[in-house]
């Protein structure tokens, strides 16, 4: 009895085994080659969704998160809406950049020309293809292919690296950076490449992530009536 239930287990193990549906994982695309594809690809954005998030602690950024159209037609402008930081409370606004001038409202269309956007942080500078995500994406040396992963949806590669203080200060002016920084950005896998996401460490625990979505979809920013 004790050979015919061996016999019974070893010939169901053998079953079960050649039934497996597992696959060898895919190979990941090679950084260098994905980042140049994903360069050219955001230097030619003319508007997406945006989502920025700061965790942690960031001296002089004042955003703590923001939700917004951006485009660069047929000029710079972003509407949406921030949690920000003022008077040591975090206060949520609706906003509106353009032509380099914030304007917030504390309560739904009452509205205030707060001055420079860059005084508190001008995110119209993400589109900019000389100083904005497509001169981060650039500046990534020692980049490295880390994983498949799906964010909202989108098939990206996750790559790992670092980016040149130049880059990130000239994209995040507030986190002052002194040297090269530890960045994760997230590529679409797939055709044209699209950068989905950006994560910049300024250092434990605090990091700023962008998001993007909506690549190339008309954007119509009107100045508020003040």
Same mark, same amino acid.
């Given at each position: 009895m004790?050979?015919?239930?061996?016999?019974? &287990?070893?010939?169901?193990?053998? &079953?079960?085994?050649?039934?497996?549906?597992?696959k060898p994982s %895919?190979?990941?695309?090679?950084a260098p080659g994905l980042l140049q594809q994903s360069i050219?690809?955001?230097?030619?954005?003319?508007?997406?969704?945006?989502?920025?998030? +700061? /965790?942690?602690? !960031?001296?002089?950024?004042?955003?703590?998160?923001?939700?917004?159209? #951006?485009? /660069?037609?047929?000029?710079?402008?972003?509407s949406g809406s921030s949690t920000i930081t003022m008077g040591g409370s975090d206060v949520d606004i609706q906003l509106v950049v353009?032509?380099? $001038?914030?304007?917030?409202?504390l309560t739904p269309n009452n509205w205030l020309d707060m001055g420079p956007a860059?005084?508190?942080?001008?995110?119209? +500078?993400?589109?900019n293809p000389d100083e904005g995500l497509a /001169?981060?994406? /650039?500046? !990534?040396?020692?980049?490295?292919? %880390?994983?498949? %992963?799906?964010?909202?949806g989108v098939a990206t590669v996750k790559i790992a690296g670092k980016v040149s203080a130049d880059a990130v200060n000239k994209l995040i002016p507030p986190l002052k950076a002194t040297g090269p920084l530890?960045? $994760?950005?997230?590529?679409?896998?797939?055709?044209?490449?699209? #950068?989905?996401?950006a994560k910049v460490d300024q250092s434990e625990g605090n990091s700023v992530l962008l998001t993007m979505?909506?690549?190339?979809?008309?954007?119509?920013?009107?100045?508020?009536a003040v």
């Open positions: 004790f050979a015919v239930l061996a016999t019974v &287990f070893a010939a169901t193990a053998l &079953f079960l085994a050649g039934c497996s549906s597992s %895919e190979p990941l695309p090679d050219q690809a955001t230097k030619a954005l003319k508007s997406a969704h945006l989502e920025i998030t +700061v /965790n942690g602690t !960031i001296p002089g950024l004042a955003v703590k998160t923001l939700s917004g159209d #951006l485009t /660069n037609v047929p000029s710079v402008a972003i353009i032509d380099g $001038t914030l304007y917030a409202a860059a005084d508190i942080y001008d995110p119209s +500078v993400i589109l /001169n981060m994406l /650039n500046s !990534i040396t020692d980049a490295k292919s %880390e994983a498949s %992963e799906t964010i909202d530890p960045a $994760t950005v997230w590529i679409q896998k797939d055709q044209p490449h699209q #950068l989905v996401q979505s909506a690549w190339d979809k008309p954007v119509t920013v009107t100045k508020p």
